[in-house]
């Protein structure tokens, strides 16, 4: 980890005037780090009372890819770990397909804890996706200058599909040349209009998903970023509703399909299992996977 993020961390955990919540979340951090020698903590800060962080998992600064994995709304540290089992799988299975194709290549990713998303009321306008995408510009710029070769990708999943339209409306992106869309919340047309442009121009590839079952992503495209990026000439639609899908060792296998709008997989008080949209069993994760080996593997 950066000496400056351990050492904001290992100041945070010893003060005494923070509230049960704020401890908690700052341990998950800590967990986090202590359960895998790979992680990484990139960043580590307060605005308010509020703690954000940034994992990776793999070494940023020799990467052949490097890949920001973004929450939606009501996401906090309280949630890192789920989002850091999602991060690590995705690093190692993206290893996985790189290697089955006879290519071997490293892969970064970054559970990227550095904004505050928002809550359902918050998420219909753009707000909150305008000034995460200003702090996600810093890190990407950090990135392109730790690791100039890299390939650098951004996975936006539901407001944070919001973000990354305003990250390509301002011209923010980067280096950042593909890109996925999930489950999104929908882009503003003014950022429908420059994800258009880029794709014509040949300075973006979007791919995008959304589940048949997913009643929750449709609910954040009617107010003030009502595009379902689906929807945007030139972007890529892939599907999440179950069929074949690319396996990570090669060959094909029958994906199964994301059940609603949860980016992880629960199970109800009755037992039955609702995949979510990371579940490594899914269409739609092994397209994702498939789509960063490529990625990886493309010539320069």
């Not at 990467?63 to 690093?91: E, K, Q």
């Not at 429908?192 to 040949?202: E, F, Q, W």
């Not at 509703?241 to 109800?268: C, F, K, N, R, Y």
Request: net charge negative; with cysteine; charged share 20%.
């Amino acid at each position: 980890m950066t000496a400056s993020a351990d050492a904001e961390l290992r100041d945070a955990l010893s003060r005494d005037d923070l509230t049960p919540e704020v401890v908690q979340k700052l341990r998950n951090v800590r967990d986090v780090l202590d359960r895998d020698s790979q992680a990484t903590l990139e960043s580590f800060f307060f605005i308010g009372d509020e703690p954000y962080a940034t994992v990776s998992f793999g070494d940023v600064d020799t990467a052949d890819l490097v890949v920001f994995v973004m929450h939606g709304i009501d996401t906090t540290l309280a949630d890192l770990p789920g989002w850091a089992d999602v991060s690590r799988r995705l690093c190692a299975d993206t290893i996985r397909a790189c290697v089955a194709r006879g290519t071997p290549r490293r892969v970064a990713t970054i559970a990227w804890f550095a904004w505050d998303s928002g809550t359902h009321v918050t998420a219909l306008a753009t707000k909150h996706a305008t000034i995460g995408s200003a702090r996600l510009a810093v890190d990407l710029d950090r990135v392109a200058v730790r690791n100039p070769t890299t390939r650098t990708t951004v996975i936006g999943y539901s407001y944070s599909s919001t973000l990354l339209g305003e990250l390509i409306a301002m011209n923010l992106a980067g280096e950042v040349h593909t890109a996925f869309s999930i489950a999104a919340a929908g882009v503003s047309h003014a950022a429908s209009a420059s994800i258009a442009m880029s794709i014509s121009l040949g300075g973006l590839e979007l791919h995008a998903t959304e589940a048949e079952s997913d009643g929750v992503a449709p609910l954040g495209r009617i107010a003030q970023h009502p595009v379902d990026p689906r929807d945007i000439s030139g972007v890529i639609r892939y599907d999440s509703d179950g069929g074949p899908a690319p396996a990570i060792d090669g060959g094909t296998v029958e994906g199964l399909a994301v059940d609603g709008h949860a980016s992880q997989t629960s199970t109800d008080d009755r037992g039955v299992e609702h995949p979510g949209y990371f579940d490594p069993r899914t269409q739609a994760y092994l397209y994702l996977v498939a789509r960063l080996a490529d990625l990886a593997t493309a010539p320069r």
